[in-house]
């Protein structure tokens, strides 16, 4: 299947600081991308999708100066977590569709970022 | 809105135990039912995707099943490395997925 990675896999910061997190899919290209948040014991909550080319879409209630997305190509997304404050901490994991391909979406590997 | 309410939120099995984790869904216009593994600190890993009512697939000791209204993961015979959470998730129009907050399922040797 499909491989998408995330880098970094883990990152403590201090509060007021701000992280990137990048998405690549290795394998294949993604017009599209999709940034999710994981709170312990609670599902996947879709923060916003990525459009290579163009602005980013958020859910409700998510802030886009805070978080910020980027997709700079067909293979790479970035998420940067702006003024991090502890209430930030949580799992950050991103997914793919690959471009014109199945309905499958695969997922990168997460990224714990825990905010001092 | 869509809507993915899973059930039971944990499942404690012995080894060899099958059971039935269930996934009910609302959803205007169904494009594809979802189940994916999720182990602590990963990503989720995809088992299977469902379009249509009476579809059914198997993998594994794992066998899913879609109905208008929900789907079922059968888990048969399993063993302690099935012990996963196993998200549930729908789409509807674009490729954005809902998810179920999951089942946590513990099989003891």
């Known amino acids: 299947g499909a491989v998408v990675s995330q880098h970094p896999s883990w990152v403590i910061c201090k509060s007021g600081t701000s992280v990137k997190i990048e998405c690549r899919s290795l394998?294949?290209?993604?017009?599209?991308m999709f940034w999710y948040r994981q709170f312990p014991k609670q599902s996947l909550m879709l923060m916003a999708t990525?459009?290579?080319?163009?602005?980013?879409?958020?859910e409700q209630g998510v802030e886009k100066d805070k978080f910020l997305i980027n997709h700079a190509s067909l293979t790479l997304s970035t998420l940067t977590v702006t003024s991090a404050h502890p209430e930030d901490s949580s799992f950050y994991i991103c997914s793919a569709p690959p471009k014109g391909g199945t309905n499958e979406q695969f997922f990168g590997p997460g990224t714990r970022l825990t905010v001092l | 809105e869509d809507q993915v309410t899973q059930s039971p939120e944990a499942l404690r099995l012995q080894e060899g135990e099958s059971s039935s984790l269930n996934c009910s869904y609302t959803v205007s216009g169904l494009r594809g039912l979802f189940w994916y593994r999720q182990d602590p600190g990963k990503g989720p890993e995809f088992l299977f995707t469902l379009y249509s009512a009476g579809e059914e697939k198997e993998k594994e000791r794992l066998k899913a099943t879609l109905t208008k209204k929900e789907s079922f993961l059968h888990i048969t015979a399993p063993k302690p490395e099935d012990s996963a959470t196993y998200l549930c998730?729908?789409?509807?129009?674009?490729?954005?997925?809902?998810f179920g907050a999951g089942t946590t399922v513990t099989v003891r040797a």
């Open positions: 998730a729908v789409r509807a129009n674009d490729y954005k997925l809902s």
């Open positions: 990525s459009n290579e080319g163009s602005k980013a879409t958020y």
């Open positions: 394998d294949f290209q993604a017009t599209t």
